[in-house]
């Protein structure tokens, strides 16, 4: 599969689409034979998905650091 990019060291190829990994692909240049690693779009969504768990997790935690004082606030 083809990528609509030329080669920013030769200028003349167009680049060469692999996928290595569900996340990371390679640019490979056919004319001068550089490698390009680049993430796809579902590795960005992974990235941006577990930052958002992460700040809900700490959201969480820190109302619960103040939000409790006692085991008292813990009884229904």
């Given at each position: 599969m083809a990528h609509s990019r030329n080669c920013p060291y030769c200028g003349k190829a167009t680049l060469n689409y692999f996928e290595r990994t569900p996340t990371t692909c390679v640019l490979a240049c056919p004319g001068c034979r550089s490698l390009f690693p680049v993430r796809t779009t579902w590795g960005i969504a992974q990235e941006l998905i577990l930052a958002g768990i992460t700040v809900f997790t700490g959201i969480i935690?820190?109302?619960?650091?103040?939000?409790?004082?006692?085991m008292d606030d813990l009884r229904f």
């Open positions: 935690s820190i109302i619960a650091f103040f939000g409790i004082r006692s």
